[in-house]
């Protein structure tokens, strides 16, 4: 499989192409440390740790990018995204492009686990209409390769990064913890009160229901 990583001496966006072992991406994950929050078979160890298991590679490998970079700018200079993890950002540093795609094809090999025990059958939230777009929901499937699946995930990760998106676009704090260029279309008719609606919207959905 190959894979568009934003790579580079500088903030701008690069490509290259690479390939992915989930044997070697799972030697690489243990060697770093990688289970001992997201475990080895991606299930969730603590609230706010985001599951893994079936997540794409190619997404997997551009946010492991995203957040070794921190930010990400077009030729212009605009910026496009913004990710600082404390933690993720450290180790990352560490890694190379082709280490971070392994890890990355080891996750995706990994059979999906929901991270909750109640599954969603009420009518989803006003306005997740336009998470549905991109992220898929109960009755559309995910067809993008750098996009995640949110279907299953943990619901605390859900809404600490909801909650982040949201801010960056409304500025409601002095420096971005987290920001994404399409932010402002995410949240067209977004307001608080539905942030934490999305958020258990997906998590209470199956990952089994990722592409139906």
Known sequence: MSLILLWGHTSHAQTTQTTGNPTVGEK???AYG???CHSFDGAILKPGIPNLTGQKAIFLARTMMHMRLETITDKDGKLLIYRHHPVMTEILNTLSPWQIQQI???YENLPCIDQSSEQTDSLPPRGVDHCVTCHGGKDSSNPWQDTPYLAGQDETY???QIHQLWESQAHLHAGPKRFH???GIMFFDGHRPYLDAYAEYYAGLSCALRNP
């Open 34 to 36: 990688c289970a001992q």
């Open 28 to 30: 690489i994950a243990s």
């Open 104 to 106: 990355a094809a080891y």
């Open 158 to 160: 859900l809404k600490q």
């Open 181 to 183: 260029r399409l932010a």
